[in-house]
């Protein structure tokens, strides 16, 4: 008998397993790969723009599985951006102004203020429920 084999007799006369020398690995296929030129790595990186390029491309080609939709990091800055800015309080302030009759306004500017007010807390919203995904 070959050394492994008798080794494989005595450990099951023993009653003990074999101890495998390698672990069992999963073979994963083979990357699939294209050569691009520079101006090409460059037009793909554009369009690709927060995102990987690998991300990009198999978007495109898989577009009908993949879910379109801006990764975290970006939305978090666009809210953030939001939240920074000086929208919301100047919209409030000039709501208390037209409140107290310190702005005079017409229906129309009112009901603008109001469609614009509406408009940020929706694209807040719309982002917080994004960020949540």
Not at 99 to 125: C, H, M, P, Y
């Amino acid at each position: 008998m070959s050394q492994r084999l008798h080794n494989l007799y005595q450990d099951a006369v023993a009653g003990s397993a074999p101890s495998p020398k390698r672990s069992i690995r999963r073979k994963r296929p083979a990357p699939l790969s294209i050569r691009v030129s520079d101006d090409e790595r460059a037009w793909l990186k554009e369009r690709a723009g927060d995102r990987s390029i690998n991300a990009y491309v198999k978007e495109r080609i898989f577009k009908e599985k993949a879910e379109l939709s801006p990764n975290k990091a970006t939305l978090a800055k666009y809210l953030a951006e939001l939240g920074a800015s000086d929208i919301a309080p100047n919209l409030r302030t000039l709501a208390r102004c037209a409140e107290i009759g310190a702005f005079i306004s017409d229906q129309e500017t009112r009901d603008k203020l109001n469609e614009a007010l509406s408009v940020i807390i929706a694209i807040r919203a719309a982002l917080i429920e994004e960020l949540k995904r």
